[in-house]
């Protein structure tokens, strides 16, 4: 018998390859699995696996539908010499802690861990479902997704990809990185507003059913590559899973040893992903959870209440600056007792008044989560502490999460192994980072400053980043909110 795939918000039922390929349950709700399935190998037996083998182990207990071989094809194109190392995902040991780098893909963010493979996993699932339809990926992005989906999609026969993101919201290598983008299949738009407003636009032409009609007569149907999209989520179950055995491997843990996992959190997907694995079956004490300025989460997991209506900042960790939490719809699902009414009043109050209360009974079912934010200040101070006690250099995103746990270890006395996930290569952000390490930097080019980063942090530069600069603008379009649907249009035309 398949795992069969629901919606949060209704009683849509599909596989795990339909939900694929539909992104968002039709009723506008998120899919998740009816029950988790639960390790088939033994701990031991996963720590004497590479990481496409473990990529196949774990992925196969959640998308039954696929056969080992369609499977095995993902996965093995997907990681393979497009990331840096043929460890994939390396653990690194530093002031504490163990930091699992996810940024060795393409796009230097860790959205290329499920965003190399998706492309696969959608063009597989189209096969298998006789879909003939171009599917055309629609995104909104903080910064990292957008990039990611970019490279994983571009020139990939039967799809388009077309991604907004917001003009002034996002770092200047991100930016470059999107407006660079090759491939006749692609289109990136920045508009006039912030992440939260890309995502509603984009969520808003999901839901229209006369656009849908119009689209399926041209032969085009829209898929999602944002965080939503179950195939963005389960491969990222596998690197939890790879980080526990690797310290297994280390001599760190034994099998069944708790360990701590701390994520810097935007739209809660990877922390979710921490959420699933541990349902799964792996021994996790805390998922702690980090926000940055815009602490709605945070605030949430420590109150019971979810109030987006409060000031969005622009922070240095642009990729967590977000104000709806889309991926949390599939846990507050889960901790209601899998009741699709109270999901939808709940969102429902959401898009009305920004604003949701859960029950008592809920936040009891929080206990595994801790939360805790750091501002601007605290990030930038962690990345000088941290380069200052043990000369490694992290990313703004990856110093958020540094910085709770901190924060979290002094508060609590926990001496338990923690993970914590480093979600970007810190020459994403280095204009952010050297002058975090050095102070001032003004005057600094951008070249200067990645040479900079080069020598304090003693690693290459990566060449997604040295070929930027002289890499030609291709995306010039900017749009207002209202003119998102337009543009989408104009390009399928
Ligand atoms: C997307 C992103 C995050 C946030 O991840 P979510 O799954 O949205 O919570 C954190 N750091 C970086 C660098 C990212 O790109």
Do not use: W
Not at 333 to 352: F, P
Not at 373 to 382: C, H, I, R, W, Y
């Amino acid at each position: 018998m398949d795992l069969m795939y629901k919606s949060t918000r209704g009683d849509e039922y599909c596989t795990a390859s339909q939900a694929v390929i539909k992104g968002l349950a039709s009723d506008g709700g998120l899919y998740v699995p009816t029950e988790f399935p639960v390790f088939q190998k033994s701990l031991e037996e996963m720590s004497r696996m590479d990481y496409r083998e473990l990529a196949y182990n774990v992925m196969s207990l959640y998308l039954t539908d696929y056969t080992e071989e369609e499977l095995r094809y993902c996965v093995n194109n997907a990681y393979d010499e497009k990331f840096d190392t043929p460890a994939i995902a390396p653990l690194r040991e530093a002031g504490g802690a163990y930091y699992l780098e996810l940024f060795h893909g393409r796009t230097l963010a860790f959205k290329d861990m499920a965003l190399s493979i998706l492309p696969y996993l959608m063009t597989t699932a189209a096969k298998k479902n006789n879909i003939t339809d171009k599917i055309v990926i629609l995104t909104a992005t903080s910064g990292d997704t957008g990039k990611a989906a970019l490279a994983g999609f571009a020139d990939v026969p039967g799809t388009g990809i077309i991604v907004f993101y917001p003009k002034d919201g996002v770092s200047r290598v991100q930016e470059l990185q999107m407006v660079t983008q090759k491939g006749a299949n692609t289109l990136v738009a920045g508009i006039h507003g912030n992440f939260d407003d890309a995502q509603a636009g984009v969520k808003k032409m999901f839901s229209d059913k006369d656009l849908e009609k119009l689209l399926a007569a041209k032969g085009y149907r829209f898929s999602s590559a944002n965080s939503i999209n179950v195939g963005r989520l389960v491969p990222q179950v596998v690197y939890y899973v790879h980080a526990y055995t690797e310290l297994m491997r280390r001599g760190v843990i034994s099998a069944g040893d708790p360990v701590n996992l701390c994520v810097p959190t935007g739209n809660f997907g990877n922390i979710l992903a921490a959420y699933f694995a541990k349902r799964s079956g792996l021994p996790v004490n805390k998922l702690i959870l980090a926000s940055n300025k815009n602490k709605v989460l945070t605030d949430f997991f420590n109150t019971g209440t979810y109030d987006r209506n409060r000031e969005f900042y622009v922070t240095s960790s642009p990729s967590m600056d977000i104000l709806v939490s889309s991926n949390l719809e599939r846990l507050i699902y889960l901790i209601d007792g899998c009741s699709s009414e109270l999901t939808a009043d709940l969102m429902a109050k959401l898009s009305k008044a920004g604003k949701y209360e859960i029950t008592q009974e809920m936040m009891e079912q929080l206990v595994d989560f801790y939360a805790g934010f750091a501002t601007e200040e605290d990030t930038l101070a962690e990345i000088g502490k941290l380069y200052e006690e043990t000369g490694y250099v992290t990313d703004t995103h990856t110093a958020v999460a540094g910085s709770v746990y901190r924060s979290y270890k002094a508060g609590t006395g926990d001496t338990t192994p923690t993970v914590i996930t480093s979600t970007a290569s810190p020459y994403k952000f280095s204009a952010a980072v050297v002058g975090a390490i050095e102070g001032d930097i003004s005057g600094k080019s951008d070249d200067e400053l990645i040479a900079r980063l080069s020598a304090l942090s003693g690693t290459e530069i990566p060449d997604a980043v040295a070929s930027l600069s002289s890499a030609p603008v291709l995306h010039k379009t900017v749009c207002k909110i209202a003119e998102m649907e337009k543009v989408v249009l104009d390009f399928l035309k």
